[in-house]
T-cell receptor, first 115, second 111 residues
Framework: KAGVTQTPRYLIKTRGQQVTLSCSPI?????VSWYQQTPGQGLQFLFE???????NKGNFPGRFSGRQFSNSRSEMNVSTLELGDSALYLC??????????????FGQGTRLTVV | DAKTTQPNSMESNEEEPVHLPCNHS???????IHWYRQLPSQGPEYVIH???SNVNNRMASLAIAEDRKSSTLILHRATLRDAAVYYC????????????FGKGTRLHILP
């Protein structure tokens, strides 16, 4: 079956702009979680969506938001971009909620560069 | 959250076994030990997880110390494709609704 698909793969934006990233989970998976990966901070949890509801949120400012649609596809939005938002953004899908201790399947990520 | 400690990097020769250690001295009774790895230019990939007993799957084996304060991921016969960052992660089955990654161990495979 198809894996987790993230689009676009690469993105260049200017400071102050906003960006929307998309994640299509594995068919049948209902949980989508998002992570930011930078050389300095490593992989950090952003939030998890399950059944179109945000279930948990990491320690990120309100400029980072997301949503999930009825088909489980998820989008992540970052407003008023800062240079420090340059990172690899990864999404992961799992069959059940993360706290059910299921395996998470990650996409290849979207590389965002803010200039 | 209980923390894990891993060496920053390790080297191994191709076609030899690799033992990747992880210390988790503050592990609680409900923490599962998970391993993920991240190949270059890829997202993380689940490898294996366990609670108390040693576990085997097609990718690797997980050896868990009797007191659960440490564990070892074993790759039985390393290939160049196994060069990656390996993350040892503790997840509480009762409450952890996120995956907390540490710095991991960067594994280099020498041909």
């Amino acid at each position: 079956k198809a894996g987790v698909t993230q689009t676009p793969r690469y993105l260049i934006k200017t400071r102050g702009q906003q960006v929307t990233l998309s994640c299509s989970p594995i068919s049948g998976h209902r949980s989508v979680s998002w992570y930011q990966q930078t050389p300095g901070q490593g992989l950090q949890f952003l939030f998890e969506y399950f059944s179109e509801t945000q279930r948990n949120k990491g320690n990120f400012p309100g400029r980072f938001s997301g949503r999930q649609f009825s088909n489980s596809r998820s989008e992540m939005n970052v407003s008023t971009l800062e240079l420090g938002d340059s990172a690899l953004y990864l999404c992961a899908s799992s069959l059940l909620r993360l706290k059910m201790n299921t395996e998470a399947f990650f996409g290849q990520g979207t590389r965002l560069t803010v200039v | 959250d209980a923390k894990t400690t891993q060496p920053n990097s390790m080297e191994s020769n191709e076609e030899e076994p690799v033992h990747l250690p992880c210390n988790h001295s503050t592990i609680s009774g409900t923490d599962y030990i998970h391993w993920y790895r991240q190949l270059p230019s890829q997202g993380p990939e689940y490898v294996i997880h366990g609670l108390t007993s040693n576990v085997n799957n097609r990718m690797a084996s997980l050896a868990i110390a009797e007191d659960r304060k440490s564990s070892t991921l074993i790759l039985h016969r390393a290939t160049l494709r196994d060069a990656a960052v390996y993350y040892c992660i503790l997840r509480d089955m009762n409450r952890d609704d996120k995956i907390i990654f540490g710095k991991g161990t960067r594994l280099h495979i020498l041909p």
